[in-house]
């Protein structure tokens, strides 16, 4: 009875195994402020500030720096990253919308008229992993 028991207390646990995702992110222009890495799940939320499912950020580190996103379930998800270089944490932006600072995106990049769309950016996080980002 013990053995099965055992069985119904573990296999779930198993099940709800939290990943790691490491972000590198390539072509970081200074070591002047920080990277913020924002992880999105849904299409309606993705680029909303305030709909962020995750999000992380650590001092900038010129040419690649490394931002890990802990505890995270196995799922689609989608990235936005910036280099705040003044350290506000915000994205400057110019009087048309157009960001100041760096951006990038997992999978996609900048469009002429705006961001890419969640569905250019998804990818599929199965384990722990390493997803590298580059600012142009």
């Given amino acids: 009875m013990r053995q099965y028991l055992f069985l119904f207390i573990i296999i779930p646990m198993l099940g709800m ?4 995702l490491s972000v590198e992110v390539k072509g970081v222009p200074s070591n002047k402020g920080k990277v913020s890495v924002a992880l999105y799940t849904e299409a309606e939320n993705f680029l909303k500030f305030n709909k962020v499912f995750k999000s992380s950020s650590v001092a900038a580190k010129e040419n690649t720096t490394t931002v890990l996103i802990d505890n995270l379930p196995s799922g689609n998800y989608a990235l ?9 944490d915000e994205l400057d932006v110019n009087w ?12 996609a990049k900048m469009k ?4 890419p769309s969640f569905k250019d950016c998804v990818f599929y996080v199965p384990r722990d992993m390493i997803i590298e980002v580059w600012f142009n």
């Fill in 80 to 88: 936005a990253v910036f280099h705040d270089e003044n350290g506000n």
């Fill in 17 to 20: 195994s939290q990943i790691d």
């Fill in 112 to 115: 002429l008229f705006g961001p």
């Fill in 96 to 107: 048309l919308g157009i960001p100041k600072e760096k951006v990038a995106f997992s999978n």
